[in-house]
Every structure is written in structure tokens, then in C-alpha cells.
């Protein structure tokens, strides 16, 4: 990194060429300092509070009685864990979430295989419409759900009545809908890091013979691990994520656990009480996987949000 | 330096010798001479990448592009033909099944969705709220940006709990705040604290707000990690360079730093504006089917339409006036992002 790195204020305090006394990394600080102390103060705790009061109330009124979270408590007034047992049995959540892993799983699983070796190619073989297929790939990205959802809807009936296999109503369905809309953002994360990864391991597999599907399993692969992780993981949080397409293409037993919980929000006014306390308890089940794969890659994961820009 | 193609190749052979063993020597010269005939002209080596010039036509593995590439076809592109078709057609539930053979009608659908359907208004409400929500977005991050781009104890915490709200399923967003908004919920018992009657906020002219306001908590973190991901390109110098002129902070913020985040800033918008106007989950969840009139949005209405009223072909016709409106904004973005960085990989979007 050389000098470069020596100031920047990401680089660990060891890499300065000539170790930083305290006096000298205030100044430095100092120098850095965007904002003024008591205005930084300020900005923290407001936006601090505006992030994290809805999600400690996800936690507070999951641990509530349904009846003060319907009351408009915010504190739980009595410490139960019962919406955690109960929640099982007032909705399918079970089941939802065992299609959500098995879809949402699969997806992440073979998208991150695809992109990878699309990646590859587009990355280092020319062939004519290569521009193309790049720029296809960032476009495709934004077209809304709402223009797919029907002619998807329509080819997969048509495929049900001409070539007899079913596949509205199924996971598989879902399946390869999800993986064909995660394939564009994810090959795109993967060309970006496979264009960081140098070439001379591969050059010298090369010259010894090694066919590309070879280099790209014994050397892609096992270097561009953290690419893969991160494309894996936003096809995941696609499938995990959607209410679209799954709420259109399920019936109760494909159900994800999306939709599961969206009905369940759904049914709760107008009726008898309304189980707000386990409705928290269902909505914090099904953030937990999310914000937990999010703690654990979080350093790859932010630079693949900044890459292409996709939730 | 004016590089040759012929130079650049035999520079390039020179490092992949250097890495290569000793013994694969020999090889390497009969690889390049049956596999890659000398480039006719430079120019076919315009666009290519690195690598590629060392590999004949032959063996580019092609092949793999296949499987991603024909799920594209399937699942993306001949759905966006279909949609089109389907927009000119009289479709409903009775003749979904044979649909190939439904009345053709021209673009009736269209002059329909333009002149009796609420397309212009759900329109409106759309451009309308996403514009708010990345207005008022963008403050917000920037501010965020610059409080935790410096070191202070407990920084690495506070920028994974900034991004909390975003990384939640939209679903559970949606779910959540539905729950808060109720009229008896805890929103208005806070609003009650200092006096204020909420009244109601999943129904009627205020759900609008509600929708802004929700929108606008879960995507600011977004404006704030494309800021701080463009803060930490500013070179130490620049840092240096102000200090020493003495200039405040408000005069360094808005004539020193403020001009580097202008690529990063202007991306950020652009991705910001064509979430909201593309989230159908979060007014779908936050006030069901069928949507207030203030917040019954394109995806909505569009969905509505469709597996509601059933009335396709008129669905199709309004996703693809959807399609149109988000062009221009995504027509910028694809300009923005460099698509082939070539020599120095590695870096992302630029501006």
C-alpha cells in the first residue's frame, strides 16, 4: 500500500511508516474532524434514536402481552417469552420458514455457483456483445417485479398445460424465479471482485495445461471466497425478502415465510383481539436469520451494497 | 507512454513467465503460437480485457455463460416481450387460459390505463413520494456519513447499527410499522405525550405521510454507506492542505469535501429514487389490498389490476408505462457505472 495508506484514516495505526506518538494522532484526528465536537454529539444520538427505537420496540413488544402492545405500550409491562411459543400455532410460521430456508437457500447456493463462472468469462474472455451482456446485467436489475410478475405467471401456466409439469404453486417455481432475478446483481458483485483478483496464478495454470472449467474450480474458486459469500448472500436475502411474486405463485403449503407473515398482518384488524405481541414475536423470527448473516459478513456485505446498489 | 499491442503482450508474457515455473517454459510458447495468431489490427484488441489476449477463440470457455444466460432469456427476457404482447391484448381470468388466442386490441389498454384508470394519479403519488423520501434522505446520510467518518470509541457499533433499518426484511418493516401506526398503537400513545392527536395513519390523506416516513427510515442507510464509501476516498492531503489554509469546518465541508461526494451523492439518488418507486412490498404490507386512494402507488396499483380485478391485459399496459418512467433514471445510472475498468479492477462505481 506505501505511503498512501499511511494517513488514511481506515488504516490500521501500524502501517504508518514511522509509529504515531498520541499527540501526533489528535493532530491528526483533529485535522480529520468533519464536524464540529458538540454537533457530532447531536447528529449520533438523533439518528441513534430515529434507527434503533422501532427495532428495541420489535424486542419490547415481542416480550409484551398482546394485549398492551394493541394498548400502545412500549415498555413491556410483564416479562413472557409465551408469544415465542404461541406464535408456532396461531400461523404456520413452520412451515413458511422451511420453504423460505429451502427456497431461499437453494437460490443462494446455485446463484452463487452461476454467477461465479459467469463472472469468470465476462471477466476474462473477450467475445463480441461482452459490453453488452455487462451493461444487460446492470439494467436488468431494475426492472420492476410488478412488470415480470404476470408473463412469469403466464409462461409457467403455459409450461403446466403443454409440457404437464406444475410449477405455479411450488417451491420450484419460486426457485427459479428468484435465482434468475438474483443472477444479474450477483454476477455483477462477482465481475467486480474477480477484476481485483490478480491473474498469474491463473496464467501459470495456463501454460501448464489446465483447461478455463479447471483454473476456475482450483483457483477462482478457493481465491475469490468472499465474492462468492456476498453473491450468495444478497440471492438469499432476494428470496428470503420477497412478497411479490411468492404471494401470487404459492398456495398454503409452498407459503414463505414472508408471505405467512404478511397474512398474518393482514387478518389481525377487525377481528377479536389482535395478537400484536406474537405478531413482533413472528416478525423478529424472521429478521433474526437476516440481521445475523448481515452481523457475520458485514465487511463484505457493505462493500457488495456500495457495488452495484441493490437491496 | 504509447504502448503497442505487440509490446503490452510481450509484457504481459514476461510477468506471466516470471510467475510460471521454469519448465512450463517451452509450453507456454506453443500455447501462444497455435492458439493466438498475432492480432490483425490494434483495434480488435479495443474493449477486451487483460487476460484475454493470451487465449485463442478456441478454448474461451463460452460455454459457461449458458446456464445464467438462458435463465435470463426465460425468466427476464422473454417475460419483458410477453408483457408487451400481453399489454395488447383484451386478457382476463376467462381467457388467461388460452391466452394466445385473446383478442388483439391495439393500444386500448393504454389509452384505458391513460384516461379511465387512476394510472396518472398512482403516478403522481409515486414520483411524488420518491422523490420526498430521497430528498429528505439525503441530509440525513450525508450527516451520518460525516459523524461517523472519524475514529471515536464505540464507531465500529454505531455504523452496524445505522444500517439496521435497512438490512430488515421490508417485509418485516412493513409488519412492524403497521403494528406502531395502529390507531390505539404505540405512535400515537408517543405522539400523545406531547400533545398531539395522531388520528389515524393507515387510512385517509395522512397514510401518505406515514409512507413517506417509513420509506424514509428503512433507505437512508443506504445515501449514508455510498457517502462514507466516497468520504474514504478524500486523500489525506486534501485534509492537510485545508487545515493549514485554517479554513472552519462549514468552509471545508461545503467548498472542499462536499465537491468529491458529488459522484457518489448523485448515484445514491438515482439507486434511492428507483427503490421507492419499485417497492411494492412496503405499501403492501403497511396498508394491505386494497391501498388507500393516497397511497395507492404504481406496484400497487399495478398488482391490483392484475391478480385483483384481473384485468391483465390493462396490468401489463400499466407496467409498462412503470418501465418507461423509471428509464431515464436508470438510463443515468448506466452511465455512471464504469463498465469496464480493465487494468486498475477492483474499483466499483464511478461518477
Redesign the interface.
Known amino acids: 500500500m506505501g505511503p498512501v495508506s499511511?494517513?488514511?484514516?481506515?488504516a490500521p495505526l501500524g502501517v504508518k511508516p514511522h509509529r504515531a506518538s498520541a499527540k501526533e494522532g489528535a493532530r491528526q484526528?483533529?485535522?480529520?474532524?468533519?464536524?464540529?465536537k458538540p454537533l457530532?454529539i447531536v447528529?449520533?444520538t438523533a439518528?441513534?434514536v430515529?434507527?434503533?427505537v422501532?427495532?428495541l420496540?420489535?424486542f419490547f413488544?415481542s416480550i409484551n402481552s398482546d394485549l398492551a402492545?394493541?394498548?400502545?405500550?412500549?415498555w413491556p409491562t410483564e416479562l413472557t417469552f409465551e408469544n415465542y411459543s404461541k406464535i408456532w400455532t396461531t400461523v404456520d410460521l413452520g412451515t413458511g420458514l422451511v420453504n423460505s430456508v429451502l427456497v431461499a437457500g437453494g437460490v443462494a447456493l446455485v446463484c452463487a455457483a452461476?454467477?461465479v463462472?459467469?463472472a469468470?468469462?465476462?471477466?476474462?474472455?473477450?467475445?463480441r456483445g461482452?459490453?453488452l451482456?455487462?451493461?444487460g446485467l446492470?439494467?436488468?436489475q431494475?426492472?420492476?417485479?410488478?412488470?415480470?410478475?404476470?408473463?412469469?405467471f403466464?409462461?409457467f401456466?403455459?409450461a403446466a398445460?403443454t409440457l404437464g409439469v406444475q410449477i405455479i404453486g411450488t417451491r420450484w417455481g419460486l426457485f427459479?424465479?428468484y435465482?434468475?432475478?438474483a443472477?444479474?446483481f450477483s454476477?455483477w458483485v462477482m465481475v467486480?471482485y474477480?477484476?481485483?483478483?490478480p491473474?498469474?496464478?491463473?496464467?501459470?495454470a495456463?501454460?501448464?495445461?489446465a483447461?478455463?472449467?479447471k483454473i476456475?474450480t482450483r483457483i477462482i474458486v478457493p481465491l475469490s471466497w468472499p465474492g462468492i459469500v456476498v453473491s450468495g448472500i444478497f440471492a438469499f436475502?432476494l428470496g428470503?425478502?420477497?412478497?411479490?411474486f411468492a404471494?401470487?405463485m404459492t398456495r398454503p403449503e409452498s407459503r414463505t415465510v414472508?408471505v405467512a407473515?404478511?397474512i398474518?398482518?393482514?387478518t389481525q384488524?377487525g377481528g377479536a383481539v389482535p395478537v400484536?405481541g406474537q405478531?413482533?414475536a413472528a416478525?423478529l423470527v424472521?429478521?433474526v436469520p437476516?440481521?445475523v448473516l448481515?452481523?457475520i459478513f458485514?465487511r463484505y456485505l457493505?462493500g457488495g451494497?456500495?457495488?452495484?446498489?441493490?437491496? | 507512454m504509447v504502448t503497442t499491442p505487440e509490446a503490452r503482450t510481450r509484457a504481459d508474457a514476461l510477468a506471466a513467465a516470471s510467475a510460471a515455473s521454469a519448465d512450463a517454459t517451452p509450453a507456454r510458447s506453443t500455447a501462444r503460437r497455435d492458439g493466438h495468431p498475432a492480432p490483425s489490427s490494434p483495434s480488435r484488441l479495443n474493449g477486451r480485457p487483460r487476460g484475454a489476449r493470451k487465449t485463442g477463440e478456441r478454448d474461451r470457455p463460452l460455454w459457461m455463460l449458458a446456464p445464467g444466460g438462458i435463465l435470463m432469456v426465460i425468466v427476464i427476457l422473454v417475460p419483458l416481450v410477453l408483457g408487451l404482447v400481453i399489454s395488447l391484448m383484451d386478457l382476463d381470468q376467462y381467457t388467461l387460459r388460452q391466452w394466445v388466442s385473446a383478442p388483439f386490441i391495439g393500444i386500448s389498454n393504454y389509452v384505458e390505463a391513460l384516461t379511465k384508470s387512476s394510472l396518472i394519479q398512482s403516478i403522481g403519488i409515486s414520483v411524488g413520494y420518491s422523490v420526498l423520501v430521497t430528498l429528505v434522505c439525503l441530509p440525513i446520510g450525508v450527516a451520518a456519513a460525516l459523524a461517523t467518518q472519524n475514529r471515536f470509541r464505540g464507531r465500529g457499533l454505531v455504523r452496524s447499527l445505522f444500517l439496521v433499518p435497512y438490512v430488515l426484511p421490508t417485509f418485516v418493516v412493513g409488519t412492524v410499522w403497521r403494528t406502531m401506526l395502529q390507531p390505539d398503537g404505540v405512535g400515537n400513545a408517543m405522539l400523545a405525550n406531547f400533545g398531539i392527536d395522531g388520528g389515524l395513519w393507515l387510512n385517509g390523506p395522512q397514510s401518505y405521510w406515514a409512507l413517506v416516513f417509513v420509506q424514509i427510515w428503512a433507505s437512508w442507510p443506504f445515501i449514508y454507506l455510498l457517502v462514507l464509501s466516497g468520504l474514504q476516498s478524500v486523500d489525506a492531503e486534501v485534509h492537510e492542505a485545508s487545515a493549514l489554509d485554517g479554513a472552519g469546518w462549514w468552509t471545508k465541508l461545503r467548498y472542499v469535501i462536499l465537491p468529491y461526494l458529488k459522484g457518489p451523492i448523485t448515484l445514491a439518488l438515482i439507486i434511492s429514487f428507483l427503490h421507492s418507486v419499485n417497492n411494492f412490498t412496503l405499501p403492501f404490507v403497511l396498508f394491505g389490498i386494497p391501498a388507500p386512494a393516497d397511497v395507492n402507488v404504481l406496484p400497487v396499483l399495478t398488482y391490483i389490476t392484475g391478480f385483483q380485478n384481473f384485468r391483465f391485459g390493462l396490468s401489463a399496459a400499466m407496467a409498462v408505462v412503470s418501465l418507461i418512467l423509471i428509464a431515464i433514471p436508470l438510463f443515468i445510472y448506466l452511465r455512471a457505472v464504469k463498465l469496464d475498468t480493465g487494468e486498475d479492477g477492483g474499483s466499483r462505481v464511478r461518477k
Open positions: 499511511a494517513s488514511s484514516t481506515i484526528a483533529q485535522i480529520h474532524r468533519l464536524l464540529p457530532l447528529i449520533l439518528l441513534l430515529f434507527a434503533m422501532p427495532v420496540y420489535i413488544a402492545v394493541a394498548r400502545g405500550a412500549f452461476l454467477s463462472s459467469t469468470y468469462v465476462l471477466v476474462r474472455y473477450a467475445f461482452r459490453l451482456v455487462l451493461r446492470l439494467a436488468l431494475s426492472i420492476p417485479g410488478t412488470l415480470l410478475l404476470l408473463p412469469v403466464v409462461l401456466s403455459t398445460s427459479l424465479t435465482l434468475t432475478f443472477l444479474p454476477t467486480t474477480l477484476r481485483g483478483l491473474r498469474e496464478l491463473e496464467e501459470a495456463r501454460l501448464d495445461g483447461s478455463p472449467f476456475l436475502l428470503w425478502n420477497d412478497v411479490l404471494s401470487v414472508a407473515l404478511q398474518f398482518g393482514a384488524e400484536y405478531m413482533m416478525a424472521c429478521a437476516v440481521v448481515y452481523l458485514q457493505v451494497l456500495t457495488a452495484g446498489g441493490v437491496k
